[in-house]
């Protein structure tokens, strides 16, 4: 099983990486000025705008050192800052993660594949 884990006094907790990309996107959608997860098909080139049921394939998880590292391919809202998008999005990830999982989160990379005009 790929998953991060940590070690407890009663013994050893994995969380699997899927289920920290799932709780990372969920939070992720909920930003200002996130139109939601992308998806690349390496194939064409194209960027998708990816539904909830696959969100977590926008979002990569790794562990490194007992640190989290978070890369998140994102489409924001057409008119909003990027930098400011970037920043709520990185500290709303980073307090909610580590809460939920107990892991320090050592970086989040976020990659803007796309702009959309929503309504």
Sequence with gaps: MKGSSMNTHMGKIVVHNEVIAQYAGSVAVECFGIVGMA????????????????????????????????DFHVIVAYGVSIL????????????????????????????????????
């Design 39 to 70: 998806g690349v098909s390496v194939k064409d080139g194209l960027v998708k705008l990816l539904k909830k049921d696959s969100i977590t394939r926008g979002i990569s998880v790794t562990l490194n050192q007992n640190k989290l590292t978070l």
């Design 84 to 119: 400011a998008v970037a920043d709520n999005l990185i500290s709303n990830v980073k307090y909610k993660v580590e809460e939920f999982t107990g892991i320090e989160i050592g970086k989040i990379n976020i990659y803007v594949d796309g702009v959309r005009v929503i309504d």
